[in-house]
């Protein structure tokens, strides 16, 4: 069964580390052995703002070495990020203004994703009508 899970993550990280590699962030990334930090870079390319939950879930990685990546990217100034909430998000570095890692941050909740998707759909519709669709 470990080796179940094993496979399952190097899986998961190969596949976003390819993505990584083709990053601008490869450069930073690259001075590690692990696939972790070129999948951190890819991932977060695909997936601007996720918080760490969400990223060490995805990547099926541990705690300690998802902290562990995810300060090294920020601290060479390939990733940053924002504090939103209870939640800390990672962008890739200046690829987002401050106020478009705000608005992803709010897309990334449902509700509010919700709320837009139903303005979009109905410009004219009113607040009781988007609290029903949500």
């Not at 976003?16 to 951190?40: H, R, T």
């Not at 601007?48 to 090294?72: M, V, Y």
């Not at 401050?98 to 519709?125: H, I, S």
């Amino acid at each position: 069964m470990d080796g179940d899970i094993d496979q399952s993550k190097r899986t998961t990280l190969r596949r976003f580390a390819a993505l990584g590699a083709a990053s601008p962030l490869v450069q930073i990334a690259g001075a590690s052995k692990s696939e972790a930090p070129d999948a951190l870079a890819g991932y977060l390319t695909t997936t601007p703002g996720a918080h760490f939950s969400k990223i060490r879930d995805d990547l099926e990685l541990g705690t300690g070495e998802t902290q562990h990546h995810l300060r090294r990217l920020e601290r060479d100034g390939a990733i940053e990020s924002h504090k939103d909430g209870d939640y800390r998000r990672f962008f890739p570095a200046d690829r987002f203004s401050e106020f478009e890692q705000v608005t992803l941050g709010y897309l990334r909740r449902e509700t509010p994703r919700g709320m837009l998707v139903a303005l979009l759909e109905d410009p004219d519709a009113t607040a009781s009508e988007i609290a029903a669709r949500l």
